[in-house]
């Protein structure tokens, strides 16, 4: 049976808004907090409640800053294998009529996508960490909310603004 599934966000509300590192950008940025109701739906019937959920999204990409888009080391490591192994398939692969044309392409194309992944694995090296990155980045100091542009008030430390309500962090 086909089972259609997933997530509803409802009412997002911007909540606050810093200077952050967006991975997918993989430039600084500025990010937005949104905040919103999760409900997890089953044939869009929401179902079951998870409650709310704050998440920071990038004003320039719009997807989230922290999740990175990225292939790992490790899964291309284990690429890696795939492909030596591949080779090896290939060449103990024994040679019978109509199949000489797959057997060589695999003979050729493993041992060269290995290659190429070698070559990329030690050139490329691994990147710092998210909190690496955010110590480099300076903390906003905007006095005018860059949404409604309305002068930002201070209250208890914390900079808002009176018209959207939305938090400089």
């Known amino acids: 049976m086909f089972l259609i599934h997933g997530t509803y966000h409802f009412r997002p ?3 606050a ?3 952050d590192y967006c991975l997918p950008c993989a430039r600084p940025r500025r990010s937005v907090q949104i905040r919103t109701f999760d409900a997890e739906h089953i044939f869009w019937i929401p179902l079951v409640p998870i409650g709310f959920r704050n998440r920071w999204y990038c004003t320039v990409c719009e997807r989230q800053t922290d999740v990175n888009v990225r292939t790992r080391r490790g899964f291309k490591w284990a690429g890696l294998l795939i492909l030596l ?3 090896a398939a290939g060449w103990a692969a ?3 009529a109509g199949s000489e044309v797959p057997i060589w392409l695999l003979r050729i194309g493993a041992p060269m996508g290995a290659a190429l992944l070698i070559v990329h694995l030690f050139r490329t090296r691994g990147e710092p960490s998210r909190k690496e990155q955010l110590t480099s980045i300076p903390p906003a100091t ?4 860059p949404f409604c542009e309305v002068d930002m008030m201070m209250i208890s430390s914390k900079c808002s603004c009176p018209k959207c309500g939305i938090v400089r962090l």
């Open 13 to 15: 509300k911007r909540v």
């Open 17 to 19: 808004f810093r200077n």
């Open 85 to 87: 192994m591949f080779c």
């Open 94 to 96: 024994p040679m019978e």
């Open 142 to 145: 905007d006095m005018v909310c």
